[in-house]
C-alpha cells in the first residue's frame, strides 16, 4: 500500500472514530463466515459501525486525534476490529451475547467509553452495566415524579375516605 493510500486510510479510521462517542477493539480473526456475517447483521440492527482495521494504521489514527489513547496501544496485537457506538453499552450487550451462545469469540481487548479507557475481556460486564444517556435521563425524570404521584395518591385517597365519611353521616340520620 501506498504512503498516500495509507494517510487516506487513516484520516477516514480517524474521522469514523470522531463521529462516534465510544469504541471497543474486538478480536476476531478466529470467526468463520457465518458467525461473521451474525456479527456484521447484529452491529447493523444495532446501529454499530464494525470495521476491520490494521493495528498500524488504527494507532496512527488514534495518535493524530486530540485526546490520549496511549492506555489502548498495549491491545493493538493480532486482528483487530474496531466498533464504534454512540450507546456506550450497545457493543458489550452484543457481545455478551455471542458468548451466552457459547462463542469464544469476538472477544473484547479494550474499549473506550464515557472518556473512560477499558481493558480486558473481563471489563464486559462492566461495559454491559453502562447505562446510556437516555436510561439515565429516564431514571431522573422516574425520580422527580415519584415524590408527586405519591402526593396526589394521597390527596385523591384521603379524599374518597373523607367523601365515604359523610356520604355515611348523612345516611344515617
Do not use: W
Amino acid at each position: 500500500m501506498k504512503k498516500e493510500d495509507k494517510d487516506v486510510v487513516i484520516a477516514q479510521i480517524a474521522d469514523t472514530i470522531k463521529q462516534y462517542n465510544g469504541f471497543y477493539l474486538v478480536e476476531t480473526a478466529g470467526l468463520n463466515a457465518e458467525k461473521t456475517s451474525e456479527l456484521r447483521r447484529a452491529c447493523f440492527g444495532a446501529d454499530i459501525k464494525l470495521l476491520v482495521v490494521k493495528n498500524t494504521l488504527l494507532h496512527k489514527a488514534l495518535e493524530s486525534l486530540d485526546a490520549d489513547y496511549s492506555e489502548l496501544y498495549p491491545a493493538l496485537k493480532g486482528a483487530t476490529s474496531l466498533m464504534c457506538t454512540n450507546v456506550g453499552n450497545a457493543p458489550a450487550k452484543l457481545l455478551k451475547d455471542f458468548v451466552k451462545k457459547g462463542d469464544t469469540l469476538p472477544a473484547l481487548k479494550a474499549a473506550y467509553v464515557e472518556e473512560t479507557v477499558y481493558l480486558g475481556a473481563d471489563q464486559l460486564d462492566a461495559l454491559a452495566a453502562i447505562k446510556s444517556k437516555n436510561e439515565l435521563i429516564a431514571d431522573v425524570i422516574a425520580l422527580l415524579q415519584s415524590p408527586a404521584k405519591n402526593v396526589v395518591s394521597a390527596l385523591t385517597s384521603g379524599g374518597s375516605k373523607l367523601h365515604g365519611i359523610l356520604e355515611t353521616l348523612s345516611n344515617k340520620e
